[in-house]
């Protein structure tokens, strides 16, 4: 099974969780320190992208902008822009994201990868 990185938002630690995929989004997951379920993936390039960032994209080209997951390349072709456009600082994973958006692959082999990457 896939390893996850979370971060607690409650008490600010980060911890790892095995889930499957099959599991992954249906169960909650609790920090093993404060019991707490408000966590969050420490990376997930994926709401990397549809958090504040991804929001102002949406937001800054919304007319065109209805079904961005059934091309990831315009999705892709999308966050560079806003990122030029913005000249604002981007999480690390973002140029990856959206080079690999480009090339065509779709959003679920990058989550699944980047869930799989170890991060230490
Ligand atoms: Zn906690």
Do not use: H, W
Not at 25 to 42: L, Q
């Amino acid at each position: 099974m896939p390893l996850y990185d979370y971060f607690c938002k409650n008490c600010g630690k980060k911890f790892e969780i095995r889930i499957s995929y099959e599991d992954y989004g249906k169960m909650d997951v609790i920090c093993p320190f404060c019991r707490s379920t408000f966590v969050e993936r420490a990376i997930q390039p994926v709401s990397v992208v549809q958090s504040d960032q991804f929001r102002m994209v949406q937001e800054a080209d919304s007319d065109s902008f209805n079904e961005p997951y059934d091309d990831p390349r315009e999705l892709g072709k999308m966050m560079r822009s806003f990122k030029d456009q913005s000249g604002e600082p981007v999480a690390p994973e973002f140029d990856e994201v959206a080079e690999r958006l480009e090339r065509g692959d779709s959003i679920d082999s990058i989550d699944q990868d980047f869930a799989d990457m170890d991060i230490d």
